[in-house]
């Protein structure tokens, strides 16, 4: 069935190093979407990518969408402690637009 | 507050009991969904309703069931609970029933004992 993977499953640094979160479908899709849900918290949308090659950047959050619209990254320059949570990304379908999640990254900030 | 109220927020219950968690989607949002967060896992997508309708179906068990009302809120009904049911059940709602984001409500913590 139609998937997105994402990796990696956790991801520990150090307050002040680089984050990145990988999203991969099995088919192409029409838009993907991130969420974050800080521990104890419920998921927040962050952004929408729709276009081919789209790069969207917020403040220290850096997001992409592959050339062929299967893939999908979202990298942190300089994590915070307010970065802490798990991210996932959602990736709506051509065929029926559902929302298919990927598995979610937990960054984890190093003490 | 992302405007979308779900109740209780906690339940404890025995196995073998039956649950109805409340779902009130954000003013104007036509598109429910529900979704089971089991401890420190992914969002699994259990239903979705459109205006009243039942849009698509995801990994829902035949205990489970849902529906949306003509005001909108929806219900999902969980019957002979068993303890791998404890979970984090989340309902979301959108404006749109195939493009547009979710906006999340705090969940339902549901504890099988």
């Known amino acids: 069935g139609q998937q997105v993977m994402q990796i990696p499953q956790y991801q520990h640094v150090q307050e002040g190093e680089d984050f990145t979160t990988y999203c991969n479908s099995s088919?192409?899709?029409?838009?993907i979407q991130w969420y974050k849900q800080r521990p104890g918290g419920h998921p927040v949308f962050l952004i929408q990518?729709?276009?081919s090659g789209e790069v969207k950047k917020q403040k220290r959050l850096t997001f992409q969408f592959g050339e062929a619209k299967k893939n999908s990254s979202l990298h942190i320059t300089a994590t915070q402690t307010t970065d802490v949570g798990t991210y996932f990304c959602?990736?709506?379908?051509?065929?029926?637009?559902?929302?298919?999640w990927g598995a979610g990254t937990k960054l984890i900030i190093k003490p | 507050d992302s405007g979308v109220t779900q109740t209780p927020k906690h339940l404890i219950t025995a196995t073998g009991q039956r649950v109805t968690l409340r779902c009130s989607p954000r003013?104007?949002?036509?598109?429910v969904y529900w979704y089971q967060q089991s401890l420190d896992q992914g969002l699994q997508f259990l239903i979705q309703?459109?205006?009243?309708?039942?849009?698509a179906k995801g990994n829902i068990l035949e205990r489970f069931s849902a529906q949306q009302f003509p005001d909108l809120h929806s219900e999902l009904n969980l019957s002979s609970l068993e303890l791998g049911d404890s979970a984090l059940y989340f309902c979301?709602?959108?404006?749109?029933?195939?493009?547009?984001?979710?906006?999340f409500g705090e969940g339902s913590r549901l504890t099988v004992l």
């Open positions: 979301a709602s959108s404006d749109r029933p195939n493009t547009g984001e979710l906006f």
């Open positions: 003013s104007g949002d036509l598109s």
């Open positions: 309703y459109y205006n009243g309708e039942e849009r």
């Open positions: 088919t192409t899709l029409s838009n």
């Open positions: 990518l729709v276009k």
């Open positions: 959602a990736g709506r379908v051509d065929s029926n637009y559902q929302l298919i």
